[in-house]
């Protein structure tokens, strides 16, 4: 039998991440070099400044191009450096569209920084398309969408608002930190470009920060890998080593996550003193269909609704599997008050008009073994 595509796991485990030629090393090698040797002026083996490229950051960038579908990627110190650099090629005098939930560093970036330099924001609700066609302007340039969104969980179909945005001319990106190209392939549904904090499923170790953009285009990698040499805001090789790691597990990882998810989720909708739980697997999550056609799993990333600021800090302080903190996508549950952590920075105004509530908890389901995080919930929501 011939396979003339290797599967996602063979893809992760072994694109970019071949035997070291020189020695053989089955993992590839951390190369800590500041600069390259050169033979005669202008005479080199392809590499002259770490700033500019690096071995061990060239096999990750071609790992995570081949798992989003993506002709290429850039990786970045961090995802708010990966969503700074998607921001740099717009210009002074263009316009973007984005959903109005999203990660709350994306519109601080936009709003503090990016409009000081003539860039313009429109901010919506994606889940409805018709919206995303009323807001489009004269000099839209770019759609910027994450589903599900952090941390209401709401989709966008990320098909049709790319159809719609392409008949005018404009890019589509995709903050797919959530999901993970393991259970969403926004490239393969017509996204140009995908983001990801790899700082969480990616590398999924809570041990290192970063952040790529997958280019379906090879000017925009072109654009990135400038802005790499001429900004310097470039991963370093042994961040890209932990990623190429933690990718390795993608696959297993997510499938765990995914089953511990569906179980938290189910656990939390019956529960009495939880108001409401935001998850895509649950049938009552209004886009559940969307969630079954655009992603081929769940995830992990669910939100509840305890009451009140002093609910949700009477059972926060009471857990012991999971730890409260800011951050996700780690093997350990992690567990958050987004109004005070994650969208501090969107101000009460702002969280008030997209349904973020003092009461609102996120968790981040890990795999340890789920029975152990149902239990610490059980004991921590009993403080309620
Ligand atoms: C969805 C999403 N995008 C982007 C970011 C920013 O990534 P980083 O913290 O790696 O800069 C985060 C961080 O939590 C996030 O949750």
Sequence with gaps: ?????????????????????????????????????????????????????NPTRDRLETNLAALEGGIGSRVFGSGMAAINAIATMLK??????????????TPRLFNQVWANFGLTFTYIDTSDVTNVERALQRNTRMVYLET?????MELCDIRAISDLAHQHGIEVVVDNTFMSPYFQRPIELGADMVIHSTTKFLNGHSD???????????EQSEKLAFLQKAAGAILSPFECWLILRGVKTLAVRMLQHDCNGRKVADYLAKHKKVQKVFYP????????ELAKRQMSGFGAMIAFETGSLENA????????????????????????????????????????????????????????DVEDILADLDQALAAI
């Design 92 to 105: 002074a005098g263009d316009h973007l569209v984005a959903g109005h939930n999203l990660y709350g560093g």
């Design 281 to 288: 697997g649950l049938a009552s999550h209004p886009q559940h």
């Design 208 to 218: 290192g920060l970063g952040g790529v953009v997958v280019c379906t285009k090879p």
């Design 313 to 368: 800090n009477k059972m926060l302080r009471k857990v012991r599997v999971c730890s409260l903190g800011e951050s996700l996508g780690g093997v350990e549950t992690l567990i958050s008050h987004p109004a005070t952590m994650t969208h501090a920075a969107v101000g009460e105004e702002g969280r008030r008009k997209i349904g973020i509530t003092d009461g609102m908890v996120r968790i981040s389901v890990g795999i340890e």
């Design 148 to 152: 599900p969104t952090n941390p209401l």
């Design 1 to 53: 039998m011939t396979r003339n595509h290797p599967g996602f796991s063979t893809r992760a485990i072994h694109t970019g991440q071949e035997p070291d030629p020189a020695t053989g090393a089955v993992t590839v090698p951390i190369y800590a070099t500041s600069t390259y040797v050169q033979e005669e002026i202008g005479k080199h083996k392809g590499y002259e400044y770490a700033r500019v490229s």
